[in-house]
């Protein structure tokens, strides 16, 4: 249970992902014991194991229900309070078997570029992962003989959708199934843009408390969890201080490093956040600007790619369809090379942050694999 004295605007929440492996956990426990919990410990994807007060919990020979409502913290996010539904049945001929299934309020994917298959729901992979895991993890017995199936509904899914931009994505009919660490930080909080900027500072004493030595006068922002992971993976050497979650805070982050005179800047971050940076936003929000496509279809076509692929990208609305086409192509590193070299000229910019820092952007892939880098020339005097 949260504290009372934890100040508003900085509450943590949970991820529709996490909701629905909540309960997908309760609905299974049904089957196994022949009633669903009120309460459930379910497992997040990041490792910790939290309770999940249920609702409507009901089940029957083959079948059960269970409902959480999600809980956005301070996050001023459009699926707070959303029901995340599990319906589960047994699968007498397919054992062994865990199926998932989008049922009413869970979008459909119909475009490509997003990681999914078109044509099926828009759950996203670290919550499929972690709702099958959990799932498996309290009907061990049960799958020696028979196999499940999963459907995760949203009952106001489909009004829920129409504040999101998920038509334009091609997810249409409802909500995405999102998260990765199963946490939602309250990013869009001007109590999140001051811990962005409190974290700044936090990395700029390290490098003066250590003087010429590990951490000095450099930090490590990143976008979220994997993209953290990722950089502390490629800089190992640094203090855990140095690195900051930014959020969407890019231009916070950036004038803190600045007023606190840090040498060096590292940017990890995958194609989307990149694109963003790259055409000139600091606050990278998806609500804020659409992902410049045709910026993509440029960067593209100055690597050799075909003048119909370039035509392709430039169609259609995410950064992921023109990485999954270039990957196609042969082109991957390429083109996530000419990205990261792009959001380098960009940011270092006479009328940006040109002579203040030297900044080094590093690109990882959807599994947090690095595929680029690139530098700048410049240092701060």
Known sequence: MMEKTVKRGTRTGFTTGACSAAAARAAVLGLVNGAVPETVESVLPNGDVVSFVVHDGRCDEGNAHAMVIKDAGDDPDCTDKAHLTADVRLLR???????????????????????????????????????????????????????IEVTISVPQGLEMAKKTLNARLGILGGISILGTSGIVKPYSTSAYRASVVQGVQVAATVGRNKGEGQGNSIVVLTTGGRTEQFAMNERPELAAACFVQMGDFLRYALDTAVAEGLQEVVIGGMVGKLTKIAQGETITHANRADVDTGLLAELAASIGAPADECAA????????????RMEALGLLNEFHTALAEKVVSTLMAPDRYAGKFHLHVLVCDFDGRKIAEARSSERRE
């Open 313 to 324: 990208i430039a169609a259609n609305v995410t950064a992921r369809f023109a990485a999954e």
């Open 93 to 147: 001929d397919q054992a062994g078997a865990v199926l998932l299934q989008g049922g009413f309020g869970v979008g459909t994917v119909t475009m490509p570029g997003l990681g999914l298959d078109v044509g099926g729901p828009a759950i996203n992979p670290v919550p499929r992962r972690n709702i099958e895991e959990n799932v498996r993890a309290v009907a061990t017995d049960v799958l020696l003989d028979a196999g």
